[in-house]
């Protein structure tokens, strides 16, 4: 898989905590989704920007059978981005006339979705609406469907991508209360993450000398963020 234009990716911030969704958390946002899309009518095509859009729209495919659904993303190249299509079907592969949603899983400053929704429109698409999780209400464009939207958003971490968000991921448990690296492997394993434990503890130690965390002298780690 070609590496996602740098300038399309969205980056964890330093000054926010994160927040793990869950998949129970999650599906419920997909129902919300995908209620607030069938009240303003259902698209023909369901096109998701890889990697975590491309997650949504294949569960709002399940509430949406008769779309075509397919993935989008960009790679980096002397030249500027270049973007990569792939659609489901054999005689559905060209966007003319299409009734296009582009998903994300989240919309953030809205450039990514403004980006993409230019190329599918440059295909030749009817109409190209977008839809999201999680929008900030600061991005410009604005999403045209959100199951929710937040003024500052946090480093959302979904449940697909737990490893690679792992400091996220701890930030998160940690919301809770001060951990012990135990404490940290056993709320893993309920949410479902089993995690080994060398991971985890070099995990934290990156955080702590970000000073984002610090081991207190009872063996808890705590939070340095006020």
């Known amino acids: 898989m070609a590496e996602q234009s740098a300038d399309l990716i969205f980056e964890p911030r330093a000054d926010r905590g994160g927040v793990y969704v869950s998949w129970s958390e999650y ?16 698209p023909s095509h369901l096109v998701g920007i890889l990697n975590g859009g491309w997650v949504v729209a294949q569960s709002l495919a399940d509430h949406f059978p008769a779309c075509v659904t397919g993935g989008i993303q960009s790679a980096a190249s002397p030249a500027g981005p270049t973007v990569s299509l792939i659609l489901s079907g ?29 190329h599918i429109a440059a295909q030749g698409a009817a109409r190209v609406r977008v839809a999201t999780l999680i929008a900030d209400v600061a991005a410009s464009p604005q999403a045209d469907f959100a199951a929710r939207t937040l003024s500052r958003l946090p480093n959302l971490v979904f449940p697909w991508r737990v490893r690679r968000d792992l400091p996220s991921y701890l930030d998160a448990l940690l919301a809770a ?43 808890c780690w705590r939070m340095e963020r006020l």
Request: charged share 20%.
């Open 90 to 118: 054999d005689g559905s592969r060209r966007l003319a006339g299409a009734d296009v949603l582009l998903v994300d899983e989240v919309v953030d400053t809205g450039r990514s979705a403004a980006f993409f929704a230019a």
């Open 27 to 42: 599906q419920q946002l997909v129902n919300a989704l995908a209620d607030r899309i069938a009240v303003a009518g259902a």
């Open 177 to 219: 209360g001060p951990l012990t690296l135990a404490g940290f492997l056993c709320q893993a394993e309920k949410d479902g993450h089993p995690l080994p434990e060398a991971l985890v503890s070099r995990a934290l130690a990156g955080l702590a000398e970000r000073g984002v965390l610090f081991l207190d002298s009872a063996g």
